[in-house]
């Protein structure tokens, strides 16, 4: 009986903390105004392509402009190179646990970019997740990934920085 309730005591202090971080996530939250506004960077981007059933990956020769203009309704519109976002919003990543244990970011942008970013991509749409730190009010740290399910690829490592 007591090795039951010793079993018991460990699943609870595992999974209480875990659904109150994910009940945190649900609860209504405002996007601090410091985020509302145009940021961009620049920096060089690559893709990857699954063919063959291997994934090759192309980068840009150059760095491509990466313009975002943040709503204050947490709309995100703009551009990575010559394709653009479509859907993308920002959400709020993570509950207080996640935070305590730096397992990941405040905020996150996601959604889809449309069109191929460089002249050799040839991916039409693709998601992305854009997870990312706001280091001081001018400065955001991000990186960018492609995203498909669970599936996730680094694209790029960016320093957004917000436009007067």
Known sequence: MKKKNIYLII???I????GFNFLQLAIPWTLPKSFVGNWSSKQKVTVRFHHNNKYDFKTSIDAVD???TISETGSVSGNIGNAVFKDCSVTKNTGWMSKFKNFSTDFMISGKIAGAIFPDDTIAEIGIRFPFFKTTDTKIKATIYES?????????DVNLEKQK
């Open 11 to 13: 699943v609870l202090a």
């Open 15 to 18: 999974v209480l903390p875990i």
């Open 66 to 68: 990466i313009n975002l």
């Open 148 to 156: 498909k399910g669970w599936d996730i690829f680094p694209m790029a």
